[in-house]
Structure formats: C-alpha cells, structure tokens
C-alpha cells in the first residue's frame, strides 16, 4: 500500500502533466515543439523560459492543492516536462525522417515514370518496325490505358466529373491529346528519336507565351532570358542538320498543341481528380481514333495496320502499359510527395532517357550544334519551372502527361 507522500508525488506529476498539455494545445506547432524544451532549461538554471507558464508559481500551487512540499512537487514537474521535452524532440525527429523518406520516394516515383514516358519513342520505333501505323498503334495504346485506368480510379473510388467538366474534359482527349499524339508519333517516321523528344520539349516555352498571353500572367525577366534561350536551342536543333523538315515541323506542331492542351485542360480541370481526368481522357481518344479509322477506310480505303510481328504487337502493349498507366500512375505518385515545381524538374529526365535508348539501341546520333541546342532547351526548361515556381502563389494544377 502507498503511502501519502507517494500518493501526493503521483498527483503532482499527473497535475503538472496536465498543465503541460494544455500549455501545448493552446499554441502553434513550433510551440507545441519548443514550449517544453524552453520550461526544462529555465528548470535547469539556464535561460529563462519566456512563457506564460511560471515554474516557481505552479510548483507552489500544486503543492498548496495536495498538502505537500515545493521539493516533491518540482522533483514531480521537472520530470513530467523533461518527459514532453524528450517527446516532442523525438515526434519532431521521426517527422523530419518520414518526410525525407517520402521525398526520397517520390523522387524515385517520377524518375521512373520520366523513363517510361522517354521509352516510348523507342516503343513506337520496334511497333512500327513490327508492321502497325500510326493509327494501330494510338487506338491500341488509348483503349488499353483507358480501360486499366477507369478500372483503377474505380477499385480507389475516385469522383467522377459531371456536366460541364465532364464535356471539357472528353473535349481535351479527342481534340487535344488525339492532336498531339497524332503529331508526335507520325514524326517519329520521319526524324530521329531523339530529335523529336528534344523539340517536344519546347512545349513548357510554348505554355509560359500562351499563359502570358491568353491568362495574363506576367511574363518576368528570369522567364523572358529562359524563351530566348528556348528560341537559340530550337534554332540549334532545327539547323544543326540530320532531320527531315517534315518531322521537325510536326515534332515542333506535337510541342504547340501540346501546350494549348494544358493550358485549356488546366482550367478545364480545376478540381477534378488527376486519375479521373486522365482515364477520362484516354477513353475519349480512343473513341476518336476508332471513329478516324473508320472514316479512313470508308472513305480511302485505308484501315488501320496492325502489327505482324509478335515484337510489334509486345511493343504496343509496353506503350499503353509501361509508357502510360504505370508512368501516369508513378508520376501522380511522385506529385503527391514532392509538389508540382521539384516534380517538373525531375520530369525532365524524359528527353534524356530517349537521347540515351536511341544512341544505344538505334545508333542515333546528334551533331554538335544539336546537342548543344538540346542542352539549352533542358536548361531553359529548369529556368521556367524555377521562375514559375518562385513567382506564381499556387502550384500549376497538372492533368496528364505526354
């Protein structure tokens, strides 16, 4: 059986417990991690604990309260605050790690989904090579994608637009994203892998103009140098040699609607679930190209070519689910942990993946000048996300990748 003294040391650490926590629900987090740490230094003889709470004043209350000395009661509140001041250092720490481990994460989500957007080109490089045409190969990456990716926005329960987003949306995947494909793997015939991926990737330029033009949003300095250098890089690469004008002219129209399809889309799909906008999005393009093809070979006698091969037909499934669901999946993955601007930056990994596969497995080659007009292009696409980042207030909403 306790006896008394123990009974009053059990209440006072319990009373100065209590004091502690509603001292530390009533501030800020920063309170919340630093209040006790600054109570167990005044405790200590150091610095003096600049709070509302007073030391000396609680310990003689407590023991005014229970019919004991000021000793037992401070014994009883030094250890309940040096306690907090233990806890509230540790939650701190092991919050620091889960939020460096989520980073470390999300980095590795959208590198990984880079590297599969950048392998497409070389997907639809072996596709073509297996006997299918443009056409075969949209209508088989669409309809794979949107049916894999309404059956995981179903399985996560997301919301469902309705009405008027419903309708922009359907209107950004058979106008803007059937345009876009269309443009960037039919210039895949006739220029270089690598060529194309590099031009593509004037599409943030093209975004930063229509933004400042259409939303008048103001264009900055750092964004005015960043064009420019956008401008020298594409002369670079246009002029440099090895590429056909015809596939530079639609890498370079892939780039444009591109960036009409994310400036529409942004607005369009303000609100909507990511994962809900882009399956959306990839049935109505899959609906629009079965409808083109039809109309193609009703009219000239043209339908669509499949692949002969087996190699062409495992290509085209590696683009709808490699190139599509697994690097539209890991991209949301990696937005959620790192925020838009650092994901925009680690994205652009995707030319140089093509670069690189390309060089490897086709023996592509750039000349001097383009090299360096790919370099600037990437270098001016870093400034524009830096620029973006550190003058808009709000994140860009983003809605779907190439």
């Not at 679930?273 to 899959?286: E, F, G, N, Y």
């Not at 697994?326 to 838009?340: E, H, P, Q, V």
Request: charged share 15%; proline share 3%; with cysteine.
């Amino acid at each position: 059986m306790r006896g008394p003294r123990a009974d009053a040391s059990a209440r006072g650490h319990r009373q100065a417990a209590g004091i502690v926590r509603r001292r530390a629900s009533s501030g800020g987090e920063r309170r919340r991690r630093n209040g006790g740490a600054a109570i167990c230094d005044g405790l200590r003889g150091g610095r003096a604990a600049r709070s509302p709470f007073d030391v000396r004043s609680a310990t003689a209350r407590i023991a005014a309260r229970n019919g004991f000395g000021t000793n037992t009661a401070y014994a009883a509140i030094r250890s309940s605050l040096e306690s907090s001041a233990f806890t509230t250092r540790f939650s701190a720490m092991a919050f620091a790690a889960e939020t460096s481990c989520a980073a470390r994460r999300g980095a590795l989500y959208v590198a990984l989904s880079a590297a599969a957007f950048g392998a497409m080109a070389i997907f639809g490089r072996y596709a073509y090579a297996g006997g299918a045409d443009v056409l075969g190969l949209l209508i088989v990456r669409f309809s794979i994608a949107g049916a894999l990716l309404v059956a995981v926005a179903r399985r996560r329960r997301v919301r469902w637009p309705r009405g008027r987003a419903l309708a922009a949306i359907i209107g950004m995947g058979a106008l803007g994203y059937v345009g876009q494909s269309l443009c960037y793997f039919s210039a895949l015939q006739h220029a270089q892998a690598s060529l194309v991926a590099l031009l593509l990737y004037l599409y943030p330029a093209f975004v930063t103009l229509l933004a400042a033009w259409w939303l008048g949003e103001r264009l900055t300095r750092a964004k005015a140098v960043a064009l420019a250098l956008c401008v020298a890089g594409s002369a670079l690469m246009v002029g440099g040699g090895r590429g056909e004008p015809l596939g530079i002219a639609l890498a370079l129209g892939a780039a444009v609607v591109y960036s009409l399809y994310i400036v529409v889309g942004a607005k369009a799909a303000r609100g909507v679930d990511p994962l809900a906008t882009v399956a959306i999005i990839c049935c109505a393009a899959a609906a629009t190209l079965v409808v083109l093809a039809l109309a193609r070979a009703t009219v000239f006698d043209a339908p669509p070519h499949w692949p002969r091969a087996a190699s062409g037909w495992a290509a085209l499934v590696a683009i709808a689910l490699v190139s599509t669901v697994a690097a539209m999946l890991a991209f949301f993955a990696g937005l959620a942990r790192l925020g838009a601007a650092r994901t925009s930056m680690l994205s652009t990994l995707e030319p140089v993946v093509t670069v690189a596969l390309a060089a490897a497995l086709f023996g592509e080659t750039l000349t001097p000048l383009q090299w360096m007009g790919g370099v600037a292009i990437l270098v001016a696409v870093l400034w524009l996300v830096r620029a973006g980042s550190s003058s808009d207030r709000a994140e860009p909403t983003t809605i779907a990748s190439a």
